[in-house]
Nanobody, 127 residues
Framework: QVQLVESGGGLVQAGGSLRLSCAASGRTFSNVVMGWFRQVLGKERELVGS????????FYADTAKGRFTISRDSAKNTVYLQMNSLKPEDTAVYYCEAGDPGLPLATRTRAYEYTYWGQGTQVTVSS
């Protein structure tokens, strides 16, 4: 079992930045791949990006490339999503998810391909 708790969401103006955090517990942190997803009401949850279990590899959706950065701190059992140059269309509930390693990050783009997820944190970007 893995418990995930996201934090750091809020209201920000377009062009601004936010850093989301996801604290993990319950399982060896270095044994799980972590992903950040986001969801708008009525739409499918979509991948923002992911990071390998040791942090040596990352993958980003096209919408996140060049603006968002995922990192992880094994000492704190925490994964981060640094979001810069935010746009109104980035408004969503952001979830972190955890899953077993083994699949290439680029092929693991659906929420159901991860096993655990947190309660989400709301990000609202005003124009």
């Amino acid at each position: 079992q893995v418990q995930l708790v996201e934090s750091g969401g809020g209201l920000v103006q377009a062009g601004g930045s936010l850093r989301l955090s996801c604290a993990a517990s319950g399982r060896t942190f270095s044994n799980v791949v972590m992903g950040w997803f986001r969801q708008v009401l009525g739409k499918e949850r979509e991948l923002v990006g992911s990071i390998s279990e040791l942090g040596l590899g990352t993958f980003y959706a096209d919408t996140a490339k060049g603006r968002f950065t995922i990192s992880r701190d094994s000492a704190k059992n925490t994964v981060y999503l640094q979001m810069n140059s935010l746009k109104p269309e980035d408004t969503a509930v952001y979830y972190c998810e955890a899953g077993d390693p083994g699949l290439p990050l680029a092929t693991r783009t659906r929420a159901y391909e991860y096993t655990y997820w947190g309660q989400g944190t709301q990000v609202t970007v005003s124009s």
